[in-house]
């Protein structure tokens, strides 16, 4: 761990953060909507559209998290560790709170929190529910196994993608177009307070990592078992509907914004964790951590709106910007160490696009379009095929089982690959 991050997580004790919330309470229940209700009123229908889209995902979240903390505070070792998650659950209730009575009372959605809730569940698309749907596996998952190896993949599911990556950039691009506006005080008082709770949550989230991570490898281990799972879904929660660029735009800002700031907060919270991504094994994250943050949010998009990450289309599109960009990550993906010094180069020919190789050559690999009459292994294959394998988790073995997937070479030239990349885990649903 980095002196920085040691000084900034050890800095703040438990005792702290628990000040902070008795310092910071406020009351969902005393919000002013009045002046909302004209406030939405003067929105644009696409904006109107846009802010259910975005907001139903606050909404549905809250509630989510209120529900499934409660194994959390079984399973933190501490009890100073108990205390805060027990403050966070009573924010999260509050938060709830908040946005059911801006749902009902200013948009017109819901009489009680289930029917409002109810009506949010339209606007949760794939990658929002793969998320959801692994976050409440993981609290029955936390009620058999309290381990410390556990409890860091709860933590890093809930702390550090949910509030940390998903709902900061959300909360910072809301918060910035209605301080700007003042359309809707009491949403922007709300919205206010909810941010500053999550800071403190993500805070606590941050600090019990960073002592998990500095003794234990196999935290470590769990931690990265655990973001390999979600990255496919938390990359996809930002999809607009349609993929409809108006959605963002109408409030001011691009999706290439949005994923940007939460590329930033991801490298910025695992440093302070102590455990830095550029640490981490070299295919946890689908980005060069070397890239700036707007090309790889760039690069990230486009592999989305291609369908090669994000939800299954059964085409995913194969422009030679696409693979180019694809390509260059399973470059950088790859573990150069596996390779134990000896050269290997790969290549793929697909029935359906354009053949690619990539060479692993004195530590460092580099990807190129077209054939080589060097290739150790060659892979026949689809394009849709290869993408299911290398980006959703599907078995590469049953593939070869079925005819999907013809690998030539020597078995020890295909050995060899899957210990440069190994397969990633099947998402859960």
């Not at 938060?95 to 009575?101: M, N, P």
Request: charged fraction near 25%.
């Amino acid at each position: 761990m980095s002196v920085a991050a040691t000084h900034s997580t050890h800095s703040i004790s438990y005792q702290d953060l628990y000040q902070r919330w008795e310092q910071g309470n406020w009351k969902a229940t005393e919000l002013d909507f009045s002046e909302d209700r004209n406030g939405w009123a003067v929105l644009s229908d696409l904006q109107r559209r846009s802010a259910l889209w975005m907001y139903s995902m606050f909404f549905y979240g809250e509630d989510a998290v209120t529900d499934g903390l409660s194994p959390y505070i079984d399973a933190a070792p501490t009890e100073e560790q108990k205390y805060f998650l027990a403050t966070q659950q009573v924010d999260e209730a509050r938060h709830s709170v908040f946005f059911h009575r801006f749902f009902k009372e200013v948009i017109g959605a819901g009489d009680s929190i289930s029917t409002g809730l109810a009506f949010t569940e339209q606007y949760l698309n794939w990658g929002y529910r793969g998320v959801f749907d692994r976050l409440e596996l993981m609290a029955d998952e936390l009620r058999r196994d309290r381990s410390l190896p556990k409890f860091a993949q709860a933590i890093t599911l809930y702390h550090m993608v949910v509030e940390g990556t998903l709902a900061q950039p959300g909360q910072h691009f809301i918060e910035d177009f209605f301080n700007k506006e003042g359309t809707m005080p009491g949403f922007s008082a709300g919205m206010e307070n909810v941010s500053r709770d999550e800071q403190r949550h993500i805070g606590f989230g941050v600090k019990v990592l960073s002592e998990l991570l500095a003794e234990s490898e196999e935290c470590k281990a769990a931690v990265v078992e655990t973001l390999r799972e979600v990255m496919p879904y938390s990359l996809a929660v930002f999809t607009p509907p349609g993929w409809d660029r108006e959605y963002t735009r109408s409030f001011g800002f691009e999706l290439e914004d949005i994923f940007a700031f939460g590329l930033r907060l991801v490298k910025s919270r695992w440093r302070a964790a102590g455990y830095p991504i550029e640490e981490m094994p070299p295919n946890v994250f689908p980005f060069d951590p070397d890239q700036p943050e707007e090309e790889a949010a760039a690069c990230q998009i486009k592999l989305l709106e291609a369908g090669v990450l994000g939800e299954p289309n059964g085409a995913p599109g194969a422009s030679a910007e696409v693979q180019e960009i694809f390509f260059g990550l399973v470059a950088n993906s790859a573990d150069k160490d596996a390779a134990n010094g000896q050269p290997m180069t790969v290549q793929w020919r697909f029935e359906d696009a354009d053949p690619w190789h990539i060479t692993i050559d004195n530590g460092s690999s580099r990807a190129e379009p077209g054939l080589t009459p060097s290739a150790d292994l060659t892979l026949d294959t689809t394009w849709s095929e290869w993408v299911d394998i290398s980006m959703r988790g599907h078995d590469a073995r049953r593939a070869m089982l079925r005819r999907k997937l013809k690998p030539h070479g020597s078995m020890r030239q295909l050995m060899r690959m899957r210990k440069i990349w190994p397969p990633r885990r099947s998402p859960v649903v």
